[in-house]
């Protein structure tokens, strides 16, 4: 299918004093954002490095291209071809620009893309955020469609005389020589600038001779990809048809009257040139057609509506009756049935033309999430997240562009699919912190977003949870509302983040005011699991105990019991511990050295790859490794010894006290590959393995009914950071993987493992009880005035320059004390302070939960930092680090 007709509304966007009709060909001139940052020349002439301002750029539009705003363009750009937006048509050119200066548009790449409220929406990311509109819209859209062109230089060999190195200089002998020495004989200015010294005086002198040529390669946007097809143009072949030839047009018709081209060649066993004689007779047609570059994922059984319990029942009556903007909180336990809900309330939509969008946290959550909704909704589905190939994203992207009826599943950046005719944004485990972005810019939150999109395309948010963030939770005022426990839902007006405003005028800087708008809320409850089964006790285990009575295993004598029964009675269990790896750290038992990235101030961790494999230590922040040593760098003891427990030292354990046991281990060390999650699920599901282990990815909504045991190694290695957010962490997470048990016929047990089993975390796991937690939870956020009581920004500066990056903190502190009604934190070192050998330095700023404050110039903020010192702003930091 091609998609070439996008029939979307173009982008009207507010004229700045200007008149004009941009249905008339009056309006030659047009504005652009260009996809140059850091440049602010006019288009016209060579760009400076180091300038950072963006703006829009003027120019021309040529006889014949017919360009409609909001359409993504190719423009000239000093010396290369640079992609933009068009943003504005002119009636004329700035004054202060003679018409004869302005360069023409080199052509259109994809029409008629941004409509106006997904440009509203671009533009409310970047004030919010503080992130340059062009940043802002290379992460909206898919890799490769904003690119640039290069200068190159290429070979005339036809034209180069024998010993012609006598005729020019050195430096032309040089380009010669290098040009020669390859095939083509084509490089591009910039390799050719590197290599030789005085590369200008030479190319000038090759080309006055003809010898060599210049040209511009063009940007390498994405592509679609094609494949040659054969179809049968005629009911009744031809007389002068000899046997061969009507033999292939019937094996043709039998097979529908169409083919790939290599699958016909091979079921004929024909060649090419047999084919293009019958097309020149008028018989059939040999014809690019374009394959859908996607992941599909293997056939699924297709599936039927399930019957619903009472509480879901009423949720999704509440939320197929929502008209418009509402924000729905979906409190389900674990186990309750969540994703039916989700299903039942997207069919209607498909049917009415409308599309949705479903947001999960982890690209290993997506397989079996996708699989249950194809077998539901066939291939009206689609995937879209950053571990797919470019083309598979492009192609993906434009088939959202088409406006049908489609359910998109992705990540957090899929929170930006251009899909026009919007129904419903569900956000499955919105507590989840993979849905704020650190790095790079800008550091959104899709739930943030995602609640901004689904008020400017007027469709109902509904953000899922067994354990809801204490954002969502405080929005809705669950503590002033009393819900019936069968769910039973109440309708209430609260205030939510502020209505992205209408795009700016020309020049207008952005607001930040505090207005609040009304909005509708509802809070629904899946209070029990489906079919009634219950939760999973969990059974605390006191490691201290554990110690004081004999046992030096990692696994407690419960847990090593528990493990035993699974191989005897059928079942599968699931190990949770919170690192990947083998052992957090090595240490020196003799003097006490700790063995240390040399790039960062941190430990390195021992990763075990095989048996006869060298020992080798990498470092979790930069990727630095380096092999075991045998001798302590600081003493040349012997005595090394490995402490900590990773996924890796878990396996080895597992082998060694239970080698009847199969496992699999499951973390970013064994899903590195594309489908890895999908091949491991898949394998485990099978019962090709009786135990999975692994970290955070077997806590978010993986649903296997053959689990009846979950493990939770070293429950402390959550509980005890330096971030005010580290207890609701460790909540959402314990709970979460305990509620991956006893999800089929047969009941589960949770056994969690601790040296703290009295931490307030601890007790409201063990009783299911997330009401207490949060009670307490917010009452301490409260008297510190942490979010959701209210608002931060965290600064974070790194540079390579220990004292410049300090005396930029301090002199930006300085400048930001004079705000009123800002309380400042810092500035301070990071809790790591050195990470890739840059020094890093942060100022927190927090103020009142209303509204961002109006805060100063953040142009003159930059200003305070030099070029050697790096500045991000993080609104609603979710990671203190």
């Known amino acids: ?34 996809d140059c940052p850091g440049i602010a020349k006019e288009a016209v002439t060579e760009p400076e490095e180091g300038e950072k301002e963006e703006k829009l750029y003027t120019y021309r539009l040529p006889a014949g291209l017919e360009v409609k705003l909001g359409d993504i363009l190719s423009v000239p750009f000093g010396r290369q071809l640079v992609g933009g937006i068009a943003i504005r048509l002119l009636a004329q050119p700035p004054a202060n620009l003679a018409p004869a200066e302005i360069r023409d548009v080199e052509d259109v790449i994809h029409p008629k893309f941004f409509r106006e409220s997904y440009w509203q929406l671009l533009e409310r990311v970047s004030q919010y955020y503080y992130t340059p509109l062009i940043q802002v819209i290379r ?107 009507r033999e292939i047009l019937e094996v043709l018709r039998r097979h529908g009257g169409e083919l790939w081209l290599s699958e016909f060649l091979q079921i004929c066993n024909t060649t090419t040139p047999t084919l293009r004689r019958l097309e020149e007779k008028g018989c059939i047609v040999i014809e690019e057609r374009e394959i859908l570059r996607s992941d599909r994922g293997p056939t699924v059984t297709a599936d039927q509506p399930k019957s619903l319990s009472l509480a879901q029942s009423q949720a999704l009556s509440t939320i197929k009756e929502l008209d418009g903007y509402a924000t729905v909180l979906l409190h389900g336990v674990t186990g309750s049935g969540k994703t039916e809900v989700y299903l039942q309330a997207i069919a209607p939509l498909l049917a009415q033309g409308k599309s949705a969008l479903v947001l999960v946290p982890e690209i290993g959550l997506t397989p079996q999430l996708t699989d249950r909704f194809r077998a539901r909704f066939g291939n009206k589905v689609s995937v879209y997240h950053s571990a797919l190939s470019t083309g598979e994203r492009y192609d993906t992207w434009r088939q959202m562009l088409a406006g049908e009826p489609q359910v998109v599943i992705g990540t957090r ?13 569900i956000l499955d485990e919105e507590h989840d912190s993979s849905f704020k972005q650190d790095s790079p810019i800008p550091t959104y939150h899709a ?263 979950v493990g939770v190694v070293a429950a402390d290695g959550l509980l005890h950071l330096s971030d005010y957010r580290a207890s609701e962490r460790a909540f959402q997470t314990l709970t979460q993987v305990a509620g991956r048990a006893g999800r089929g016929e047969d009941p589960g047990k949770v056994i969690v493992q ?24 917010l009452e301490q956020r409260q008297a510190l005035n942490y979010p959701p009581h209210g608002r931060l920004i965290l600064l974070r500066l790194s540079s390579l320059d220990p004292m410049e990056v300090e005396n930029t903190a301090q002199a930006i502190a300085t400048a930001l004390s004079q705000q009123e009604g800002l309380d400042i934190l810092g500035p301070a070192p990071a809790s790591i302070l050195r990470v890739a050998n840059r020094y890093r330095w942060q100022i927190m700023l927090k103020f009142a939960p209303d509204a961002l404050p109006q805060l100063p110039d953040w142009e003159q903020v930059h200003q305070l930092c030099p070029k050697s010192v790096s500045l991000t702003i993080d609104v609603d930091p979710i990671n203190m680090m």
């Open 754 to 777: 601790t040296y703290t089993p009295e931490h307030p975390v601890i007790e409201a796991v063990q009783n299911h009880d997330y009401q207490s937690f949060t009670d307490a939870e």
């Open 139 to 245: 992460t909206a859209l898919p890799p490769g469609l904003l690119g640039r062109s290069q200068t190159r230089l290429r070979l005339k060999p036809e034209n180069i005389p024998s010993g012609a190195n006598e005729f020019v200089g050195l430096a032309a002998r040089e380009i010669l020589k290098i040009l020669q020495s390859q095939g083509s004989g084509d490089y591009s200015f910039k390799f050719m600038r590197r290599q030789i010294k005085g590369f200008d005086r030479g190319k000038k002198q090759l080309l006055q001779r003809g010898w060599v040529e210049t040209y511009i390669e063009m940007p390498r946007y994405s592509r679609p990809q094609t494949k040659p097809v054969v179809t049968l143009i005629v009911s009744i072949p031809p007389i002068d048809l000899n046997k061969r030839q």
């Open 1 to 34: 299918m091609y998609i070439n007709d996008l029939s979307l509304p173009p982008l009207v966007v507010a004229q700045a004093g200007e008149s004009y009709n941009h249905n008339t060909n009056e309006n030659r001139w047009i504005e652009v954002l260009v």
């Open 447 to 709: 739930r943030t977003v995602a609640q901004w999109r689904a008020e400017l395309e007027n469709c109902p948010l509904v953000l899922g949870s067994a354990t809801p963030s204490l954002e969502s939770w405080i929005s809705v005022r669950i503590s002033d509302t009393k819900t019936d426990r069968h769910g039973d839902a109440e309708k209430f007006s609260v205030t939510a983040s502020p209505r992205p405003r209408h795009v700016l005028q020309r020049g207008e800087p952005p607001q930040r005011s505090g207005s609040r708008v009304p909005v509708s809320s509802h809070y629904l409850s899946l209070p029990e699991r489906i079919h009634s089964r219950p939760l999973p006790p969990v059974e605390v285990v006191d490691m201290r105990q554990e110690l004081q009575q004999g046992n030096r295993s990692i696994f407690s004598r419960s847990l090593q019991e528990a493990l035993q029964q699974l191989k005897q009675r059928g079942q599968q269990g699931i190990l949770f511990i919170h690192r990947r790896g083998h052992s957090t750290f090595v240490s020196c038992r003799s003097c006490g050295f700790v063995l240390e990235c040399p790039h960062c101030d941190v430990s390195l961790a021992y990763h075990h790859t095989e048996e006869g494999a060298p020992q080798m230590l990498r470092c979790h922040y930069c990727n630095y490794a380096r092999s075991h040593p045998k001798n302590c760098p600081e003493c040349s003891s012997p005595y090394l010894k490995f402490f900590g427990s990773g996924t890796q030292r878990v396996a080895q354990e597992l082998a060694k006290q239970f080698p009847e046991l199969r496992l699999i281990r499951f973390d970013s060390d064994t899903t590195r590959t594309k489908g890895a999650h999908r091949t491991l699920l898949t394998q485990f599901a099978n019962g090709e393995a009786d135990l999975l282990v692994g970290t955070q990815m077997l806590t978010k909504g993986l649903d296997l009914p053959q689990v009846t045991l």
């Open 413 to 425: 950046s899929a929170v930006f699919a251009p899909l026009p005719n919007l129904g419903l944004i």
